[in-house]
């Protein structure tokens, strides 16, 4: 995780559980332009959230947003638990 720019803490739904997959599917698609920029210069970019469904919808994401601006990655994505609450994490790693 060393080199990861992590994009949190500008949101306040960063730190929400959505209720429903169409919220998910809604929420991690705005974040493009939060990650498209990391990408697009070559620079690893990870997000942490408590919300497991995110990372899950990441995770089909990343690689796409990757291969649209020529890059080639893998995505790592791990759990910790933060103050009780567990922390589902997700990053890309430059091939």
Not at 63 to 74: E, F, G, T, V
């Amino acid at each position: 995780m060393e080199n990861v720019k992590w994009i949190n803490g500008s949101h306040q739904e960063d730190s929400r559980i959505f209720d429903s997959e169409f919220e998910v599917k809604e929420w991690t698609e705005a974040l493009y332009p939060d990650f498209v920029a990391y990408l697009s210069n070559k620079n690893n970019v990870g997000y942490a959230t408590p919300d497991e469904k995110v990372i899950n919808y990441l995770a089909s994401l990343f690689p796409q947003w990757a291969a649209y601006n020529s890059m080639q990655i893998d995505v790592c994505t791990d759990k910790t638990e933060i103050n009780g609450q567990i922390i589902y994490k997700i990053w890309t790693v430059k091939l």
